[in-house]
């Protein structure tokens, strides 16, 4: 299991992706959006999403868990 993480705190602008998808190492899979920039959240690693830990208008702070992936 591979959990991303948010790197900062922010607005979940868009949800790219959907439970069960297969994505690739730099396929984006939320984009966040903090101080009106949006910042795209990328897979670090090829998997499949196992789980979406949140939704659209959420706010996250540093090191909350966006996206679990697994293999």
Excluded: F, Y
């Amino acid at each position: 299991m591979n959990e991303i993480v948010a790197d900062c705190a922010a607005a979940v602008w868009k949800i790219v992706v959907t439970t069960g998808d297969q994505v690739s190492e730099g396929d984006v899979l939320l984009v966040l959006e903090s101080m009106k920039m949006e910042i795209p959240v990328e897979a670090e690693d090829d998997g499949v999403v196992a789980k979406i830990h949140v939704a659209e208008g959420a706010v996250v702070s540093d090191g909350d868990v966006l996206v679990t992936l697994e293999d």
